[in-house]
């Protein structure tokens, strides 16, 4: 079955930078567009970035400039590099897939999410 797991969240003080990880194995992982979501604690769920089977990219208004997504398909790992992290960045990142090179669908596939917190 398809596994997405996350790594890399964690505390880092305004204007610092993390990278984030998701595993993904048990699916054509290349073929697939794939996301980064977030949701702050009383907030709705957000797509912040994705990238498609065709290496296409696109991301939310909010982050653009600072965030960068990317994936690695030899090793089958997808990435969020957060550099100039603002407190309005603190929440639950998750990796989500959907079944098509295009990132015009549902996501069926998540996580289980990394904790990001921005601290002044």
């Known amino acids: 079955q398809v596994q997405l797991v996350e790594s890399g969240g964690g505390s880092v003080q305004a204007g610092g930078s993390l990278r984030l990880s998701c595993a993904v194995s048990g699916f054509t992982y290349a073929t697939y567009c794939m996301a980064w979501f977030r949701q702050a604690l009383g907030k709705e769920r957000e797509e912040v970035a994705s990238?498609?089977?065709?290496?296409?990219?696109n991301s939310t208004d909010s982050v653009k400039g600072r965030f960068t997504i990317s994936k690695d398909n030899e090793k089958k790992t997808m990435a969020l590099q957060m550099n100039s992290l603002q407190l309005e960045d603190t929440a639950m990142y998750y990796c989500?897939?959907?079944?098509?090179?295009?990132?015009?669908?549902?996501?069926?596939?998540w996580g289980q999410g990394t904790q990001v917190t921005v601290s002044s």
């Open positions: 990238i498609d089977g065709y290496g296409s990219t």
């Open positions: 989500a897939a959907i079944g098509t090179p295009w990132c015009n669908g549902k996501f069926a596939s």
